[in-house]
């Protein structure tokens, strides 16, 4: 037996081979997760949409739509979902680069299927993790997960910088332009709110400079 969460958690096997879907599905019952599965990567959009399963495990090779599409796919529609990859032991490299698309792990063929059920538990505790963040942590959280997977790889330095101008905005308007107040307030010196301030192209008019 597992966890009381994790038993009630799906999970949706995506694989064009019926044996591997076969030992999956039974050894995640056995364990008892909830199992669907599909035999190509549309359906398994479908079921996705319709199912909201906690976790995909999908191979790389499939006729059609293959594994690295659906991931991709995956991940602009439901970047909170974790996804698995299958992979053939001579392509580790492939399911390797697989991570930088945003998959949790990815498994070599042949696996241990111990080691299976215990990737499941770590992807869906992660998944419950975050589900306890406050909502706009959240929020953000699946803004950066979308934007990294459409090919925006700046989207966190883009994101720090709008957030340490709001900072500084909000620690300006609650000291009424005193750069001084201000810079205690966001745990600086005054130095480096000017110099963030010059950065930003911040800088407040003289008569807003109170010090």
Not at 92 to 109: C, M, N, R, V
């Amino acid at each position: 037996m597992i966890d009381g969460h994790f038993s009630q958690a799906k999970i949706l096997i995506v694989d064009d081979d019926s044996s591997i879907r076969w030992v999956l599905s039974r050894a995640l019952q056995n364990a008892d997760f909830k199992v669907i599965a599909s035999d190509n990567a549309q359906a398994a959009l479908q079921l996705v949409k319709n199912e909201q399963p906690q976790l995909v495990i999908s191979d790389i090779q499939m006729s059609g739509m293959d594994g690295i599409e659906l991931l991709k796919t995956l991940k602009q529609k439901y970047p909170d979902i974790p996804v698995i990859m299958i992979t053939a032991y001579a392509d580790t490299e492939i399911g390797s680069q697989s991570h930088d698309l945003g998959a949790f792990d990815y498994l070599p063929k042949p696996f241990d299927l111990n080691h299976v059920v215990q990737m499941c538990k770590r992807a869906i505790q992660g998944q419950h993790n975050s589900e306890q963040l406050p909502a706009w942590q959240l929020q953000l959280h699946k803004t950066i997960e979308s934007e990294y997977h459409q090919g925006h790889t700046a989207v966190l330095q883009q994101l720090q910088q709008e957030f340490e101008e709001f900072m500084i905005h909000s620690a300006l308007k609650l000291t009424q332009g005193h750069k001084q107040k201000a810079a205690k307030l966001l745990g600086w010196g005054r130095n480096t709110l000017t110099r963030k301030l010059q950065q930003l192209e911040l800088e407040p008019n003289a008569e807003h400079d109170q010090e």
